[in-house]
């Protein structure tokens, strides 16, 4: 069991690394093309607005409320009543999702005037980002299916397909921006138009695979069906629960619309930057041991529940940390060499860098969040994440407005960053008392041995690396070589001193 899930971890891992270097070309090119102003800030909240929704409803609260249900019916119940369950929840969720698009679409303005008031002074800016939204809106229908879809296909086991999917996102942005930009008198709008058909055919690319499973739904809709009725009682919470880091990121930008032009930008790209390690190794682990969770707890074995929490946590710790330290003494490097092309300016650099290395801080929380959360939906508790995640929201907010006068931008970023962390230590405790988790021996030793091999990684990537002024001098070539370079070095520092201080894999091992 515990090879089949660090295979399944491997597998997701691969594919989300492809889709974030597919990510990171989708925003070279998009800094390339468009830089970091008025129309790439537009842009930004027009994407982000469905995106969140996305997470919110179809990642988050859904697919935490549906995959352990499904799980759930597929060990204890027959394929027809799991065929039946399925037909039912794509039912209800096409026809509540249909809804909702037709009102963001109608109320665009709205949502913008809600999620960015600083447009609203700006005529041209808030018009634009209006404009934009009305067609990235339906993204969340597409998307919101394409998750259910993926949630089929990670219960059964098919974990490849779902995270080879958002590659699909990137291709379409990229192609966008290059040929549809040039032929639009707007050219920004392509990126909106980008977005919308990359939800077609990211749904498209996965029905076939569920259709092997023998499970492609024909929807239906019927009030009060008991797999939908549970579904959507475990959703309601679940939708604060589980996206506690998203509301936070929504609040960071409905403030920094207010700040100068470039902030929402800049917010952005560093984000993207955190959400590379999270994608790879956060979103994957979560995606994985939420079915594995769920088994378990659908077998009443209670042991192998606590020790496949464990093993999350110290996965979490032995790649979190490094990343960490990674992101916060390269966040300069990475910014120039991947972003530092035509429009965008070494003083958009400067200012991503700050925010960039605010959110490293909170790379641990955030990845401890998605371990530890999924430890309650599997049991099909989200009233406790919810009475958390309110909890942590109203601390954002209070350090949002604490940091964001001295701070600016940046300190936008590190409220965000502590308000996962304390997420993330509230949950902890909620899983002890619960005695739903019992840490195994070894965390002290495993602690202190992770801690010395990350400072040996600072020390050499603090001494080795040039200054930011001499990679912002230097061509693309030697930037990603310097890079690539440095990155290694760093990683090799890091894993040699973690072997002389007694790490071992049997220590990351899931015992059985």
């Given at each position: 069991?515990?090879?089949?899930?660090?295979?399944?971890?491997?597998?997701?891992?691969?594919?989300?690394?492809?889709?974030?270097?597919?990510?990171?070309?989708?925003?070279?090119?998009?800094?390339?093309?468009?830089?970091?102003?008025?129309?790439?800030?537009?842009?930004?909240?027009?994407?982000?607005?469905?995106?969140?929704?996305?997470?919110?409803?179809?990642?988050?609260?859904?697919?935490?409320?549906?995959?352990?249900?499904?799980?759930?019916?597929?060990?204890?119940?027959?394929?027809?009543?799991?065929?039946?369950?399925?037909?039912?929840?794509?039912?209800?969720?096409?026809?509540?999702?249909?809804?909702?698009?037709?009102?963001?679409?109608?109320?665009?303005?709205?949502?913008?005037?809600?999620?960015?008031?600083?447009?609203?002074?700006?005529?041209?800016?808030?018009?634009?980002?209006?404009?934009?939204?009305?067609?990235?809106?339906?993204?969340?229908?597409?998307?919101?299916?394409?998750?259910?879809?993926?949630?089929?296909?990670?219960?059964?086991?098919?974990?490849?397909?779902?995270?080879?999917?958002?590659?699909?996102?990137?291709?379409?942005?990229?192609?966008?921006?290059?040929?549809?930009?040039?032929?639009?008198?707007?050219?920004?709008?392509?990126?909106?138009?980008?977005?919308?058909i990359a939800g077609v055919v990211q749904l498209a690319f996965q029905l076939p695979y569920v259709w092997?499973?023998?499970?492609?739904?024909?929807?239906?809709?019927?009030?009060?069906?008991?797999?939908?009725s549970r579904i959507l009682k475990l959703m309601l919470p679940a939708i604060f629960g589980s996206s506690?880091?998203?509301?936070?990121?929504?609040?960071?930008?409905?403030?920094?619309?207010?700040?100068?032009?470039?902030?929402?930008?800049?917010?952005?790209?560093?984000?993207?930057?955190?959400?590379?390690?999270?994608?790879?190794?956060?979103?994957?682990?979560?995606?994985?041991?939420?079915?594995?969770?769920?088994?378990?707890?659908?077998?009443?074995?209670?042991?192998?529940?606590?020790?496949?929490?464990?093993?999350?946590?110290?996965?979490?710790?032995?790649?979190?940390?490094?990343?960490?330290?990674?992101?916060?003494?390269?966040?300069?490097?990475?910014?120039?060499?991947?972003?530092?092309?035509?429009?965008?300016?070494?003083?958009?650099?400067?200012?991503?860098?700050?925010?960039?290395?605010?959110?490293?801080?909170?790379?641990?929380?955030?990845?401890?969040?998605?371990?530890?959360?999924?430890?309650?939906?599997?049991?099909?508790?989200?009233?406790?994440?919810?009475?958390?995640?309110?909890?942590?929201?109203?601390?954002?907010?209070?350090?949002?407005v604490l940091f964001v006068f001295p701070l600016a931008h940046a300190g936008l970023a590190l409220a965000?960053?502590?308000?996962?962390?304390?997420?993330?230590?509230?949950?902890?405790?909620?899983?002890?008392?619960?005695?739903?988790?019992?840490?195994?021996?070894?965390?002290?030793?495993?602690?202190?041995?992770?801690?010395?091999?990350?400072?040996?990684?600072?020390?050499?990537?603090?001494?080795?690396?040039?200054?930011?002024?001499?990679?912002?001098?230097?061509?693309?070539?030697?930037?990603?070589?310097?890079?690539?370079?440095?990155?290694?070095?760093?990683?090799?520092?890091?894993?040699?001193?973690?072997?002389?201080?007694?790490?071992?894999?049997?220590?990351?091992?899931?015992?059985?």
């Amino acid at each position: 069991m515990a090879k089949n899930l660090f295979k399944s971890i491997s597998t997701v891992g691969g594919m989300t690394l492809i889709s974030r270097i597919l990510g990171f070309m989708r925003d070279m090119v998009i800094a390339r093309v468009f830089g970091a102003g008025a129309g790439t800030d537009a842009f930004f909240v027009a994407f982000k607005i469905p995106n969140f929704l996305r997470r919110l409803f179809a990642e988050g609260a859904f697919s935490q409320a549906f995959v352990p249900l499904l799980s759930e019916y597929k060990t204890r119940r027959e394929h027809a009543k799991v065929r039946d369950l399925v037909a039912h929840v794509s039912g209800a969720l096409g026809a509540i999702l249909m809804l909702v698009t037709v009102v963001g679409v109608v109320a665009a303005p709205l949502l913008i005037a809600l999620f960015a008031p600083g447009f609203i002074d700006e005529e041209s800016k808030f018009d634009l980002a209006t404009d934009m939204l009305r067609v990235t809106f339906p993204y969340l229908l597409f998307v919101s299916l394409t998750a259910l879809a993926g949630g089929i296909l990670n219960t059964y086991g098919k974990f490849a397909v779902p995270a080879f999917t958002p590659t699909f996102l990137n291709v379409c942005m990229i192609a966008a921006a290059l040929w549809l930009a040039p032929q639009m008198d707007e050219p920004i709008t392509a990126l909106a138009w980008g977005v919308f058909i990359a939800g077609v055919v990211q749904l498209a690319f996965q029905l076939p695979y569920v259709w092997k499973l023998g499970l492609l739904p024909r929807p239906r809709f019927r009030r009060g069906h008991e797999g939908v009725s549970r579904i959507l009682k475990l959703m309601l919470p679940a939708i604060f629960g589980s996206s506690v880091a998203q509301i936070n990121l929504l609040f960071d930008t409905l403030i920094a619309s207010f700040l100068v032009t470039g902030s929402v930008s800049w917010l952005y790209y560093s984000d993207r930057l955190v959400e590379f390690p999270l994608g790879v190794f956060g979103v994957a682990l979560a995606t994985v041991i939420l079915p594995s969770l769920s088994e378990k707890h659908a077998q009443a074995a209670p042991e192998q529940f606590s020790r496949t929490v464990d093993w999350g946590l110290r996965w979490v710790v032995v790649l979190g940390l490094p990343a960490t330290v990674g992101l916060v003494l390269l966040a300069g490097p990475m910014l120039t060499t991947l972003f530092q092309y035509g429009e965008f300016s070494g003083q958009d650099v400067v200012k991503s860098s700050y925010s960039l290395m605010a959110y490293a801080l909170g790379l641990c929380g955030f990845i401890m969040v998605k371990v530890l959360a999924a430890g309650f939906y599997a049991r099909q508790n989200t009233r406790t994440p919810v009475r958390i995640a309110v909890i942590c929201m109203v601390i954002n907010m209070v350090l949002n407005v604490l940091f964001v006068f001295p701070l600016a931008h940046a300190g936008l970023a590190l409220a965000t960053s502590l308000a996962a962390l304390a997420n993330a230590t509230l949950l902890y405790r909620a899983l002890r008392r619960a005695e739903a988790y019992h840490p195994e021996p070894g965390w002290a030793a495993l602690g202190w041995r992770v801690t010395v091999a990350s400072v040996a990684m600072a020390a050499v990537l603090w001494f080795g690396t040039a200054d930011l002024e001499a990679w912002q001098q230097w061509g693309a070539a030697q930037r990603a070589g310097q890079l690539l370079l440095w990155v290694t070095v760093g990683a090799l520092a890091y894993a040699v001193m973690a072997l002389l201080c007694g790490v071992r894999l049997r220590h990351l091992r899931l015992r059985t």
